[in-house]
């Protein structure tokens, strides 16, 4: 079956760097996209990012743009999202979710990442 | 960019009762990249409906999915005891990029 398990959450100052990751299985991973999605505490969804299946082509939200980078490694099915000059607003379950075209349909448990001093 | 707006904010119902979730988006859209998800708390969201009216695999046909343009519809037909969380839609455009609606809350009366 379909699993998505993320990791690298954690507590991180802000303007720090933080590197999370989504091990995938279940699926073949080089042939779907991969999405992350953020969630504030007590907030809606917001899209972060997408790469395509052939690590091709990236797109991001207005709001991460020239700070966070989503990459993967089809050698290890996993996807990772590096977050630099991290802020208070970044604050939020990130999760992966595999991409089906016009919607996504798997997603991770999510991970915390909080921006604190 | 596209906003899409949900309505009500918070929907309030028995279970049995019928709900019906509303989407609007501020620009007509294909039906074709519209979808729904449901978000219990502490949980991932979970593909309910795709295309605007396609159940996803193990969805029970209490829901539905329906409109087109820029009125999109989510129907419970019937609550469950399960049902009760937070429903998102969500338009996914080109360029790509992926728009989520503000979400509706389905609690308990």
């Known amino acids: 079956q379909v699993q998505l398990v993320e990791s690298g959450g954690g507590v991180v100052q802000p303007g720090r760097s933080l590197r999370l990751s989504c091990a995938a299985s279940?699926?073949?991973?080089?042939?779907?996209?991969m999405h992350w999605v953020r969630q504030a505490p007590g907030k809606g969804l917001e899209w972060v990012a997408v790469?395509?299946?052939?690590?091709?082509?990236?797109y991001y939200a207005d709001s991460v743009k020239g700070r966070f980078t989503i990459s993967r490694d089809s050698s290890k099915n996993t996807v990772y999202l590096l977050m630099n000059s991290l802020r208070g607003e970044d604050t939020a379950i990130y999760y992966c979710?595999?991409?089906?075209?016009?919607?996504?349909?798997?997603w991770g448990q999510g991970a915390l990442v909080t921006v604190s001093s | 960019e596209i906003v899409l707006t949900q309505s009500p904010g918070t929907l309030s119902l028995s279970p049995g009762e019928r709900a019906t979730l509303s989407c609007r988006t501020s620009?007509?859209?294909?039906?074709?990249?519209l979808a729904w998800y449901q978000q219990k708390n502490g949980q991932a969201p979970r593909l309910l409906i795709y295309g605007a009216s396609s159940r996803a695999t193990g969805i029970p046909d209490r829901f539905s999915g329906s409109g087109s343009r820029t009125d999109f519809t989510l129907t419970i037909s019937r609550l469950e005891p399960e049902d009760f969380a937070v429903y998102y839609c969500?338009?996914?455009?080109?360029?790509?990029?992926?728009?989520f609606g503000g979400g509706t809350k389905v609690e308990i009366k």
């Open positions: 279940g699926f073949s991973f080089s042939t779907y996209g």
């Open positions: 790469m395509w299946y052939d690590g091709n082509n990236t």
């Open positions: 979710a595999r991409d089906r075209s016009f919607f996504v349909d798997f």
């Open positions: 969500q338009h996914y455009g080109s360029a790509p990029s992926v728009t």
């Open positions: 620009q007509s859209v294909s039906g074709s990249h």
